[in-house]
């Protein structure tokens, strides 16, 4: 569990922190931030070591399902679990997450219980 | 004056045109009128008719062009008023229960935090009260033992509300983008406006409007139909879906969501509508009208070949949000179960 780095990526401030004090409650204490995909990629080609993923969906610049495309078109990320944490629901934005590359999603607003089966999901597979 | 001079002058110039030459043809007149020219030569009479005659074609030709211009501003002005009416019926409805959603999950969240800020006031009180008896009563090493053990009970409990406090904030994050979505409408009215004021400006040479609008909305910032409500439902379907990786999953709707509203516009992600009106929705308006009034609304739309051009620009986008107007893209919700079934 503690060797998990994580990356939060999401344009709200306020999700950033209530995602980040989530992990931390479920035991993750080496996490990053990012506030769109664009500063996420640079995170994660200037911090070494990140290998669990939380992204958000909505967000400018480079939006979340952008953000996955581009780690999943590229040979050194593109292996690394992602959890897409938003607020879409409509099947079909689901299917097309799901057919980008994302291992896993939450609806929010969340509970801890669900990231914490959502994350364990992704890692036991 | 041909029609585009018309067009490019506005039609105050028009009508001053037009008064000169009423006011030539009157001095004219006037000597003819006047019982001096009987002593004129027959040929001076018939060459100043001729020249008068010259002029009247003249003046024909342009309350002529003047009447094109008078049936263009009326068209506009039915246009603009159609415009109007959509902002008024369509946006601005739609910003309103937009702005309704954002005090409901206000209000929602408020007293979902205040639920639990009233369980941790009352059991603050109990946790002093087991203090006060912990310290007045000579307790038994074994009462102590059990007085600590609900002291610590309650601790945890009170971390809990915390922690639970925490996850009911997330209502910031989903107000935040109902905010954003109702900016996006108010901004998508402003463009109705400023078109009709762009309509509206061809006709007056001396018109001078800013063009300035407010900031551009980055639609994919945002979903605006993020709701507050409880997504267990819809988390247990999308866990489903992600498990099984089925796509053909029956996902279930949120039954509050998109519930209310003749005018539904889908402003999340991409595929919102980057302007609400087309010239093709103008056409359907008039389409009950006769054939040469839809003429006339080429002749608009020509006249406004920045604005068609911007159009004919935003048609994929026109295409989809017709599309789901007419109902032909319907988006269903999924729920939580349904995504993990999908996704294995």
């Known amino acids: 569990m503690s060797n998990l780095k994580f ?24 996490i990053e ?19 669990f993923i939380v992204t958000d969906w909505n967000m400018p610049v480079m939006d979340g399902l952008q953000f996955v495309q581009t780690i999943r078109s590229s040979q050194e990320f593109a292996k690394l679990p992602i959890l897409m944490v938003t607020t879409r629901s409509v099947k079909d934005d689901i299917i097309e997450a799901m057919k980008a590359g994302v291992n896993n999603y939450i609806v929010k607003p969340f509970t ?12 036991n597979k | 004056m041909s029609n585009d001079d018309i067009r490019n002058t506005g039609i105050v110039p028009v009508i001053e045109n037009l008064t000169n030459m009423l006011r030539e043809l009157t001095a004219d007149l006037s000597p003819l009128l006047d019982c001096q020219a009987a002593n004129q030569p027959a040929e001076h009479i018939k060459e100043k008719m001729a020249s008068m ?11 002529n062009h003047s009447y094109d211009l008078i049936q263009l501003v009326i068209k506009s002005i039915h246009t603009s008023r159609s415009e109007l009416k959509k902002s008024v019926d369509g946006l601005i409805k739609k910003t309103g229960m937009q702005l309704q959603k954002v005090t409901s999950t206000t209000e929602e969240a408020t007293n979902k935090i205040l639920d639990v800020a009233e369980k941790l006031d009352e059991d603050q009180m109990s946790i002093i009260e087991i203090l006060d008896s912990i310290q007045e009563d000579n307790c038994t090493a074994e009462k102590s033992a059990d007085l600590f053990d609900e002291l610590r009970q309650k601790i945890y409990q009170n971390q809990e509300s915390a922690f639970t406090i925490m996850d009911y904030l997330q209502f910031q994050d989903i107000t935040a983008q109902q905010i954003a979505g ?9 463009k109705t406006l400023l078109y009709v004021s762009e309509m509206l400006k061809r006709f007056d040479a001396n018109f001078d409007m800013s063009e300035d609008m407010t900031e551009a909305v980055d639609k994919k910032a945002f979903n605006m139909d993020a709701t507050y409500k409880d997504k267990a439902t819809i988390q247990s379907a999308i866990d489903n879906l992600f498990e099984s990786r089925d796509e053909n999953i ?30 093709d929705d103008i056409d359907a308006l008039f389409g009950s009208q006769p054939a040469n ?3 006339s609304q080429d002749d608009i739309d020509k006249l406004f070949s920045n604005t068609a051009d911007s159009d004919e620009e935003k048609k994929p986008e026109e295409n989809a949000n017709k599309k789901e107007k007419n109902g032909e893209e319907k988006r269903e919700e999924t729920s939580q179960e349904e995504i993990d079934k999908l996704f294995g």
Do not use: W
């Open chain 2, 53 to 63: 005659d010259s002029k009247m074609q003249r003046l024909l030709h342009s309350i």
């Open chain 1, 33 to 51: 931030e990012a506030d769109n995909g664009s500063s996420g990629m640079d995170k994660l080609r200037s911090i070494p070591g990140i290998n």
């Open chain 2, 250 to 279: 029956d996902i279930p709707e949120e039954a509050a969501q998109n519930a209310n509203g003749d005018v539904h516009y889908q402003a999340s992600g991409s595929e919102a509508p980057a302007d609400a009106f087309s010239s």
């Open chain 1, 112 to 123: 801890p219980e669900t990231m914490k089966s959502k994350i364990d999901a992704i890692l």
């Open chain 2, 293 to 295: 009034d839809q003429s």
């Open chain 2, 182 to 190: 109702a900016y996006s409408l108010l901004s998508d009215t402003e």
């Open chain 1, 7 to 30: 990356l939060i990526v999401d344009d709200s401030p306020t999700m950033r922190r209530i995602v980040n004090n989530t992990l931390k409650r479920l035991g993750y204490r080496d």
